[in-house]
């Protein structure tokens, strides 16, 4: 997984708490992602980063906020969860905005 | 408004089969158009690529043909075995936008034996 861990691996929540997904990488690429996969919608982009301390909406940003303080680190978190939050969420990383995007493991959250 | 189609939605071949999967786009701005395969458990990794100077390209038994007029480009598998089980996506971005990607639905292959 090109160097790219995610944490935690699973969780389980319930409706109105807050969780923050963590993205780390070895790579030291610039750019960093965060998708979310749902059945039957492929994966959408929440947020992404183009180096420390920038971020960007992606197309489902409504109810994630994002952070970058670290070249290594992206975290996502998930103010006040809610029922349709429960996905897969996957964090990629890629060199340069027009090069391949590697992709971690993926978090699988359960909002109950 | 989704901006890749992906089809079909699965797809059954038999071992030693073609399988191909369709996409087609709506920004002509696109201009690098990947194809990720996804194990069941696992994160999308990237299979092959292309850019849209060229109409195909070929590595190993994968194949995309890129059609700009059309706005389409397929993914084919020669001889399909069943290790190349998997869900494909394929996806597309421009170069100006940071490398964020459109990705299609995905299409979930299975190679009977």
């Known amino acids: 997984d090109a160097g790219i861990t995610q944490s935690p691996r699973h969780k389980v929540t319930e409706t109105g708490t807050p969780v923050t997904l963590r993205c780390h990488q070895t790579?030291?690429?610039?750019?960093m992602y965060w998708y979310r996969q749902d059945p039957g919608h492929g994966l959408r982009l929440i947020h992404y980063?183009?180096?420390?301390?920038?971020?960007d909406k992606g197309e489902v940003s409504d109810g994630y906020s994002v952070s970058r303080s670290k070249t290594e680190d992206f975290l996502l978190t998930l103010e006040s969860a809610t029922s349709s939050q429960t996905s897969v969420y996957f964090c990629?990383?890629?060199?340069?905005?027009?090069?391949?995007?590697?992709f971690g493991p993926g978090t699988r959250l359960t909002v109950l | 408004q989704q901006q890749v189609k992906q089809s079909p939605q699965s797809l059954i071949v038999q071992k030693g089969g073609i399988s191909i999967i369709n996409c087609a786009y709506e920004?002509?701005?696109?201009?690098?158009f990947p194809w990720y395969q996804q194990f069941p458990g696992k994160g999308p990794a990237l299979l092959i690529a292309?850019?849209?100077?060229?109409s195909e390209k070929k590595e190993g038994r994968f194949t995309i043909s890129f059609n700009k007029s059309a706005k389409q480009f397929s993914l084919h598998i020669m001889d399909s075995q069943p290790g190349d089980s998997a869900t494909y996506f394929c996806?597309?971005?421009?170069?100006?936008?940071?490398?964020?990607?459109?990705f299609g639905d995905g299409t979930t292959l299975t190679v009977k034996p």
């Open positions: 990629a990383i890629s060199n340069r905005g027009t090069d391949t995007q590697y």
């Open positions: 790579e030291n690429h610039r750019y």
């Open positions: 980063s183009y180096g420390v301390k920038d971020t």
């Open positions: 920004n002509t701005a696109f201009d690098y």
């Open positions: 292309i850019r849209p100077d060229v």
């Open positions: 996806a597309a971005s421009t170069g100006t936008n940071a490398g964020k990607s459109t």
